[in-house]
């Protein structure tokens, strides 16, 4: 079959996911292993998001509400959008792939930055975009020369913020002086997938800005701050118009039950969240401290995760952590060969971290 395939899916780079806990139990024959590689949430969801999932149980015999009812009207609340401003995905990952498969036509360019969040790269490759990585400038997006490689062919920018695996954001300054004088018909996509970790006061306001520029699509995601990775839902805001063309490709029960009734759920426990928002502070300057201590350099993040740079192969000092029963993320298929990735953990499990690394190093 693959000489039938679609040339453009042989383009890709495979993307390979931080490894599941059980995976490297079961190879290591290891019995104790903690993950700090895809970015989830340690502590879980909400309880009452726990609640309602027990309760929606019974009825996974029938099909999901395909318009996301209940928790479209109390996001549009929230986001103080019209519900027809929202699109609902299988996780945010849907979103891009969605955005790439409506817009993308024969021809077409997409404008990225390199290093980036990988899915932007392989949605925009396989749906037969001509792809141009901007590379990032001292860790940080160089929108001036993502501005300067837009042609006539251009049809989506996707910008991470905060970005993956940078953890830096831009401000809306910086958002606005990009938007200006940029064509009306190319796509901005925003990725908020780590919105929920940003405290500073001049970041972007992405619905706002959406009053001015109706091609600004954003996205976020209920698997990082709230602890749904595992069900998988993510949303997009954008014009009205933006969210009918995702709609008519997208799959019409893509969200499922559970996903949605704990995503409500979340939604209504604010006090959860932000007694989590405070734990995950606390936990960042703990991670800076103990690598301060042991000369780790790393890249300050306004996110739950921090880029460290190993000065020698990462590649080695994962598997010696991953020995030692710590999951990271090896930053080669980034690029960044002497980089590791780590999501910020529990107390336990950051200081678990530390002591392996110290052992290590
Ligand atoms: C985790 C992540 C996402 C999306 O995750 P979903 O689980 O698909 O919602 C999107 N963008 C970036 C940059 C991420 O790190």
């Known amino acids: ?62 099909y999901p509400d395909g318009d996301c009812f209940y928790l479209r009207q109390a996001l549009a609340k929230r986001l103080q959008v019209s519900p027809r401003q929202l699109v609902f995905g299988n996780g945010s990952d849907e979103i891009i792939v969605l955005a790439a498969r409506t817009f993308i036509r024969p021809g077409d360019e997409v404008i990225i930055a390199k290093p980036s969040f990988l899915i932007y790269d392989i949605a925009a490759t396989i749906a037969g975009a001509r792809v141009k990585a901007v590379p990032l400038k001292n860790f940080r997006y160089d929108l001036e020369g993502m501005k300067k490689a837009v042609s006539k062919k251009t049809r989506i920018i996707f910008l991470g913020n905060p970005d993956n695996p940078s953890g830096q954001y831009f401000t809306q300054k910086q958002v606005e002086r990009f938007l200006d004088g940029l064509r009306r018909d190319i796509l901005i996509f925003i990725d ?38 595992g069900l998988r ?3 997009g805001i954008g014009d009205e ?61 306004c996110t739950n995760f921090v880029l460290m740079d190993m000065r020698q192969d990462a590649s080695r000092i994962v598997r010696a952590l991953l020995a030692k029963g710590v999951i990271v993320r090896d930053m080669r298929a980034w690029g960044l060969e002497r980089f590791i990735r780590v999501t910020i953990g529990t107390a336990v499990e950051n200081e678990r971290f530390l002591n392996a690394l110290k052992e290590i190093l």
């Open 241 to 301: 118009e933006t969210v009918d063309c995702l709609n008519r490709v997208r799959e019409p029960f893509n969200v499922n039950s559970l996903a949605q009734a704990a995503a409500l759920a979340c939604l209504n426990d604010r006090p959860y969240y932000q007694k989590l928002a405070v734990e995950i502070e606390r936990q960042r300057k703990a991670i800076y401290a103990g690598l301060g201590k042991l000369g780790v350099k790393y890249i300050e993040s």
């Open 192 to 229: 908020e997938a780590y919105h929920e970790y940003v405290q500073a006061p001049d970041y972007v306001d992405a619905i706002g800005l959406l009053k001015r520029h109706k091609n600004i699509l954003a996205t976020r995601t209920f698997s990082k701050m709230y602890g749904l990775a």
């Open 1 to 62: 079959m693959r000489r039938f395939a679609q040339k453009t899916i042989f383009k890709v780079q495979l993307y390979v996911p931080g490894r599941p806990i059980e995976e490297v139990k079961r190879e290591l024959g290891l019995k104790d292993v903690i993950k700090l590689a895809s970015n989830e949430n340690p502590w879980g969801p909400s309880p009452k998001a726990v609640a309602a999932i027990m309760k929606e149980a019974r009825q996974v015999n029938r």
């Open 233 to 235: 839902v993510g949303y």
